[in-house]
């Protein structure tokens, strides 16, 4: 069974910035994509950001520019920069791990614990 484990998040005031990381118990590169993303209260959850395992990279539109998602394999660790928060990025972010082709038996989703971003003005 695949683990996330989440870190970073927080407090910050608008303008400011926060690192989350997210730490695989085994190697990323077994995952199609990486991705983050974020839920509000009474919302789904809505992707953020994804990174393949060739490192190709895309976001949503209202994170273009401020959010950077970036990978390090040799310690099996994504990251998500965050710069010029602003109160509409508060929400709960998830770390996600996808298989395009998981072999049987496994789950083509694992998740991280999630972790509060909270973004005052």
């Known amino acids: 069974q695949v683990q996330l484990v989440q870190s970073g998040g927080g407090l910050v005031r608008t303008g400011g910035f926060l690192r989350l990381s997210c730490a695989a118990s085994?190697?990323?590169?077994?995952?199609?994509?990486m991705r983050w993303y974020r839920q509000v209260p009474g919302s789904s959850r809505k992707l953020v950001a994804s990174i393949t395992a060739g490192s190709s990279t895309d976001y949503t539109d209202s994170v273009k520019g401020r959010f950077t998602i970036s990978r390090d394999n040799a310690k099996n660790t994504v990251y998500l920069q965050m710069n010029s928060l602003i109160p509409e990025d508060t929400a709960v972010y998830y770390c996600n791990a996808f298989k395009a082709r998981p072999a049987w038996g496994e789950s083509a989703n694992y998740w991280g614990q999630g972790t509060q971003v909270t973004v005052s003005s």
């Open positions: 085994e190697s990323i590169l077994r995952f199609t994509q």
